[in-house]
């Protein structure tokens, strides 16, 4: 008979909480490392992208095929002892939850001060050393990307830092984020607000590619 599934009741579990265990996998992980579903109140399995919900939670590694396995097996009614419903296309429905979180956290970004745009201005951010992240949208021209891309590399790997470049939403995304029109490219600035859009980031780039978080993936493509 399959193992019956750990039951957290722990909603706050974050950095430095005791490992989890995916449902499906069985292998215990850091609770940044997997994604969290709780029942909501019309019976339904949600993701708490957050860990801040109330009830009983289920574990499970936080990439897209094993969201789907879970769902295939059962594993969410088995884990719960209840007949909860559980949306077929729920790896689809936590993707656009991940990118709603990374397109709130550089409006964050944007708020901080931290946010640059505009092709010349980006590029003398990046000449002088400022710039922290690159964000294009994902339906911007591969010339005007490239160029803003060699110079950040270039810059970074001089300052032995990473530089990490983001492509995750288009460009109507990018300019609802920010409350500007025809946003092709920005430029985040070092700040704990650019730290948490890095982190969001990093979060799809995992849960599309299948990359566990303590393989240090970056977020960029």
Avoid: Y
């Amino acid at each position: 008979m399959e193992r019956q599934a750990q039951i957290d009741d722990s909603a706050g579990a974050g950095q430095g909480s005791p490992l989890r265990t995916c449902v499906v996998s069985r292998v215990k992980r850091a609770p940044e490392e997997l994604i969290r579903f709780v029942v909501d109140p019309e019976g339904r399995v949600v993701a708490d992208l957050g860990r801040r919900l109330p009830g009983r939670g289920v574990w499970v590694t936080a990439e897209r095929s094993t969201v789907a396995e879970a769902v295939k097996r059962n594993a969410f009614v088995k884990s719960f002892r209840s007949r909860v419903v559980v949306p077929a296309d729920l790896p689809h429905q936590i993707e656009r939850l991940l990118l709603r979180r990374v397109a709130d956290a550089l409006s964050l970004s944007n708020k901080a001060g931290l946010v640059t745009t505009g092709f010349t201005r980006i590029e003398a951010a990046l000449g002088g050393g400022a710039v922290a992240a690159l964000v294009h949208g994902t339906d911007a021209a591969e010339d005007g990307a490239g160029k803003l891309d060699r110079i950040f590399r270039a810059v970074a790997r001089d300052a032995g830092r990473p530089a990490p470049i983001i492509r995750l939403l288009n460009v109507e995304e990018l300019s609802l984020a920010l409350g500007r029109s025809n946003v092709v490219h920005a430029a985040l600035s070092a700040g704990g607000a650019t730290n948490k859009f890095l982190n969001e980031a990093s979060r799809v780039v995992r849960f599309r590619s299948d990359t566990p978080a303590s393989s240090g993936e970056s977020a960029a493509p």
